[in-house]
């Protein structure tokens, strides 16, 4: 099988390289609870270094797509969502 490193979407895996410094700031912000912005033009990996760093830290997360959201009922909707996912994968545990 082909293997693909430089994917269309988001790059994991294999396909998710470098970055360490970032990582570990990231990763040091997580446990501080500090909060961070990434902030970068479109196409230079910010949700893949999230998610790379949040599958690292081992810590339950999850995702809300908040992109073609169009009124409050439907943020409110995905947000409910998203902690009912992140419930379940407490429950879990």
């Given at each position: ?35 961070t912005?990434?902030l970068?033009?479109?196409r ?50």
């Amino acid at each position: 099988m082909l293997k693909q490193y430089f994917p269309q979407g988001i790059a994991d895996g294999e396909a998710f390289i470098g970055r360490k410094r970032e990582i570990e700031w990231l990763l040091k912000n997580i446990s501080s609870g500090c909060h961070t912005l990434l902030l970068a033009p479109r196409r230079y990996g910010k949700t893949s270094l999230g998610l790379h760093t949040l599958n690292k830290s081992h810590i339950p997360y999850a995702e809300i797509n908040l992109q073609l959201i169009v009124s409050a009922e439907a943020v409110e909707k995905k947000i409910i969502e998203g902690a009912q996912s992140l419930l379940r994968k407490f429950i879990k545990k």
